[in-house]
């Protein structure tokens, strides 16, 4: 390979006009490699410029958080430093957000692109701020396409304008898109709505929200839960104070039951006595006509023999 050549391999995109043209990157050499260098993770520069640039680079980067929490070969960053160029620190951009697939979770001072099996993010997301010039965002559309970057995506959050660029992850130009409106990504299935501001919404269809949102609707969520928890509590008790009564009733007809089965079972008693009385009086009666009526049989036959009874 001629000097000229991987020269212009590892110059990356030119400095826009009026851009401080820092000094020439050193290449690998190619025979002993990359030199030992030093890949910072900060410059010192804020992450935002004000709290409306912030709010929103915040809400895309913890939608996707979200989006990709049960995921653990995607990788969501923002404000990350990227560094596309082994033996090249001075190539580097930090997009507000960015999602790299195929690559695991976890703690990065900045993404080293060589370290991280060459993978690099497929997708990136710009945030505007009343401070970005054309030739800057000219300069990191550049930057995000020559490196291959899948889709770029740069929202102004003053004139709720989306911009979206597609590559195709081998250095080639980047292709707008005609109409942003309801535009779905290919890649994260998320979709943009644009009204009087952006929506993005997941695949489920929920939107991503800010976090003071989310801890309304946490906080909205767990209102209602305790609401539940007391209601279903209440009904418990009335549940239980309802079976104690219709167990009170249950005992109090009991004993009801007994006392009129006692009644009965008196009156049972009353009129089998009765009808003993009645029975042995009938008894009486019949052994009494029958003395009589022998009697009367006997005083006849004595009477037929011409004898007279005693008196």
Known sequence: MS??????LYRGPDYPEGMKRRPRDRPPDPLFGPPNVNYPDSDGRPMADNTLQFEWIARIKGGLDALY???????????????????????????????VFGRPKGYRGSYIQHEEEGIAPQVVFEILSPG????????????YERHGAEEYYVFDPYKIRLEVWLGDGDGTPFRPVAEANGWVSPLMGIRFELAEDMTIFAPDGRP??????????????????EEQRRLAARERRLRARSERLAEDLRKRADVEQKRADDEQKRADDEQKRADDEQRRADDERRLREESDRRAERLAARLKALGLEPEE
């Open 3 to 8: 000097t000229s050549t991987r020269r212009d």
């Open 132 to 143: 970005n010039r054309k030739r800057v965002m000219d300069y990191k559309r550049t930057f």
């Open 69 to 99: 929490r049960d995921d653990p070969d995607v990788f969501v960053a923002g404000n990350l430093f990227w560094y596309p160029v082994e033996g090249i620190n001075r190539r580097r951009l930090a997009p507000d957000a960015m999602v």
């Open 208 to 225: 991503f929200e800010d976090f003071a949102e989310v801890y309304r609707q946490r906080d909205a969520s767990e209102r209602q839960a």
